[in-house]
Each structure stands twice: as C-alpha cells, then as structure tokens.
C-alpha cells in the first residue's frame, strides 16, 4: 500500500486527532483505524540489513548476551537472532491477545485479518485482539522491565541507529557499567555518549559503518552469508530502502502522523493543525562532532558471554588500519540526509 493511500484511507476514518490511533482507549472504541495502518505496517515487506545480520553474527560467535529493540517488526528474528536474546521495548507483531481477557489469538488468524482490514476478536470472550505492540497508553512490555538490569553486566555495549529520545529506551546508555566501554554506530552523536573515557563514535550510515568493522576483523565473509540467507522469494523491497537508523524511523514516524493530521484536517475543511512533534535538527551540532573516535591505541571489540556460554577473549582493532578513521583524530561521517536497526 501506498503511504499516499494509507493516510487517504485513514481520513474517511474520523480519527478525532492522529494520535488516537496509538491508544488503547480509542481501539476499544474504534479499532479499524489501526488495522489500516497494520495492514501497511505488518511485517514480511522489509528484508533484514546487514546490521540486523551482524547482530545474528554476534549471537552465533557466542558474543552477543541480549539485544534491545524499540523496532516492532521483528526483523531481528526474520535474520535469525534467537528470540531469548531479543527485547523488545515497545513488543512486536510476534503475538497477539484479546485486550479483555488476555486469550492468545491464533497468528495465522490474525495475519489474514490485517490482510483483510477484519476485526479479530476472542474465540473465548469475543473481546477485541491486538497485536502485542504498546499503545502510547501502555506500559512497556514486562520482558524489558525484567531485562533492563541485565545492561549493567555487559563488558561491551554497541548501540546502533537510535535517536536515544525516548526516555525508558535512553535510560539504557546509562545504565552500563561506568567501567563498560560504550560504541555507538549512528549517524550523528546521541545522548551523552562521547563524554565517557571509553566512548567510542562511529559516525555513519549504519550498514557501511558495519561492514568495514566486520572487515578489520576478519568477519565480512560470515557476515555476507548471514546476510544473503535472508533472502527469499517473497522479498520485493529492496535492501537500499529499508530504514538502517532508528532515528530516521522516528522522523518517519513523526511524518506519517503530521501527514494523517493533514488529512483529517482537509477531509474536515479545517486549517492544517501540526501534531506535537520532536524537532529533529534542533539540537543536532552545526560543526563537526568532536568525539574521540579512538581512546588510547586499541579500540576493543566484543560482547558479554551469556552464562551458558563459554567465555570469549576480546579482539582487538588497530586503529591505523582505518584509513578514514585515523588515530587521536575526530571524524565524522555525516551524509547529506539525517538518518535505524
């Protein structure tokens, strides 16, 4: 569906402000608005990047202890990083209950009736079903809750594509160990990220930031093979669309409901009336980011071991290697457009 199509389709819905369709009090009233826009939402139309593969990589070398996600369709575990590993902070389509008496809905069932645009409800109450997603009115799911103490035993923490402005998600960078390097992979600098010793900027889009590191450590070949077997026959999007910076995602996001508002707002023959947003380049530096790209002669790279696993040794980077990352040197490698995993 046409995003063009999707914000025509939900004008004729009488939303009463755009925002309503992400809240669970309006579904029960109304819950059509947000079958629409699962129906454009759902996955299976996007293949996982090549970050979405390096995260199964470092599963797979026993390196990756959990990964958390504000991104709802699941396409950590469409490139093979086992479920246990994955958390999800605002749940995902991988379920589905009834919002009365919590009954598990079938996911075949439920995905031929976002197919369809039909209300799913309970076999058991008759109540309505919604995927596991939550609403703006909801708290976060339980299993990153119970998790979030889980941050303070990595020995490394890589953060990639994420624009660090929701609160909860944020309070995570904070949460490490003040003794645990932090990476962020990203397009511009978040947070407080780059004020600790051990911080480590890798300013750039989020795929090729990836590869490059996979190449100083001997990984691309693994992670080219990871990558390629996501590929399916089903697949029609290409890679090059795929949002790779969470960052984009949200200013996405943002546009889809400034868009919907306008949409009420013409279908309505009012004067467009601009939904509360975040400004993106408000706060975004107008030099080059001065972050030390590099702290000390190596750059360590590695994960902690889940305790079933048998521990790993760090690998470490030389520097010098980096033609563009050249030691005790900033480096920004900004695009043209600000930009997800």
């Not at 009090?25 to 390096?54: C, D, M, V, W």
């Not at 390629?228 to 669309?241: C, F, I, Q, W």
Request: glycine content about 6%; overall charge negative.
């Amino acid at each position: 569906m046409l995003l063009s199509d999707l914000y025509a389709n939900l004008a004729t819905l009488n939303l009463p402000y755009p925002e309503a369709i992400f809240e669970l009090e309006y579904f029960r009233q109304n819950p059509l608005p947000f079958y629409t826009l699962a129906q454009a939402i759902y996955p299976g139309k996007y293949r996982p990047t090549l970050t979405h593969s390096f995260i199964r990589l470092l599963a797979s070398r026993r390196l990756l202890h959990k990964c958390f996600t504000q991104n709802i369709d699941m396409l950590e575990r469409r490139a093979g990083v086992p479920n246990y590993k994955v958390v999800e902070a605002r749940g995902s389509f991988a379920s589905q209950k009834c919002i009365d008496c919590h009954e598990p809905y079938d996911d075949a069932r439920m995905k031929e009736c976002i197919r369809k645009k039909v209300v799913a409800h309970c076999e058991k109450c008759g109540g309505l079903v919604k995927p596991g997603i939550a609403f703006s009115d909801e708290s976060p799911p339980d299993e990153f809750t119970r998790a979030i103490p889980s941050v303070g035993m990595a020995d490394l923490l890589i953060i990639v594509g994420t624009s660090l402005t929701t609160p909860s998600f944020a309070s995570l960078a904070d949460s490490a160990n003040p003794l645990c390097p932090r990476v962020l992979v990203n397009l511009d600098r978040v947070g407080d990220l780059g004020q600790r010793a051990d911080d480590v900027l890798l300013l750039g889009k989020c795929d090729e930031v990836i590869r490059d590191l996979c190449k100083e450590l001997g990984w691309e070949q693994e992670l080219m093979t990871f990558w390629e077997e996501t590929r399916t026959d089903e697949d029609t999007t290409p890679k090059e669309s795929i949002i790779d910076n969470e960052a984009e995602l949200q200013t996405k996001v943002d546009d889809l409901v400034s868009k919907i508002g306008t949409a009420l707002a013409l279908d309505q023959g009012q004067e467009k009336n601009k939904p509360k947003t975040e400004d993106k380049g408000k706060d975004k530096p107008t030099g080059e980011t001065e972050a030390k790209i590099v702290q000390g002669e190596k750059l360590p790279v590695g994960a902690i071991p889940t305790p079933e696993d048998n521990p790993v040794s760090k690998v470490d980077i030389d520097p010098s290697l980096h033609s563009d990352l050249p030691a005790n040197q900033s480096s920004s490698r900004r695009e043209d457009t600000p930009g997800k995993l």
